[in-house]
């Protein structure tokens, strides 16, 4: 007798890089008052309605992200949105673990990176990245959601 293999939902990785886990209180004037438990709930909810598992991971160490990573191609996860915040223009590791495990990417950003200091400018995500959306708020995420979902066939 063959076994059922047990059908999971479709999944998407939520990846939020260092202090992101203080939105709502950093720098309001720079990256809003909503709070990421606010962004993420929304986000789940968004991916709920179309019969996605959305799961959101914030880390502020660069290893943990990295693990986090690969283990996203272990669980099938389908389609990543990442805001790697500060390591947008430091982390070649994390750069290296997106493209190794070869799962599409959204780069994001709340503020745009392009009208700030000189060395928030350079990305290491963005050439290999999918798109990048800079400057919209946390409604970058939910766009990049929706590009998400709509990519993997979420109905």
């Known amino acids: 007798m063959q076994k059922k293999r047990k059908e999971t939902a479709a999944a998407i990785l939520v990846l939020h890089g260092p202090n992101l886990n203080l939105l709502g209180t950093r720098e309001p ?5 909503e709070t990421l438990a606010q962004i ?7 991916g709920h309605r179309r019969k996605v ?3 959101c ?15 996203a191609r272990d669980e099938g996860v389908r389609f990543i949105v990442a805001n790697p915040a500060a390591y947008t223009h430091t982390s070649v590791a994390l750069r290296d673990a997106l493209s ?3 799962i599409p990417f959204i780069e994001v950003h709340l503020s745009n990176i392009h009208a700030r200091e000189a060395f928030r400018r350079h990305s290491f995500f963005s050439d290999i990245a ?11 995420y939910d766009l990049a959601l929706g590009i998400a979902l709509d ?4 109905r």
């Open 40 to 46: 993420n709930a929304r986000l789940q909810a968004a």
């Open 151 to 154: 990519r993997i066939g979420a």
């Open 29 to 33: 004037r720079i990256y809003g008052r």
């Open 53 to 55: 598992d959305v799961r």
């Open 57 to 71: 991971f914030q880390s502020n160490t660069e290893g943990a992200l990295i693990d986090r990573v690969q283990a």
């Open 100 to 102: 190794a495990v070869a």
């Open 130 to 140: 999918l798109g990048t959306i800079c400057g919209l708020g946390s409604q970058g």
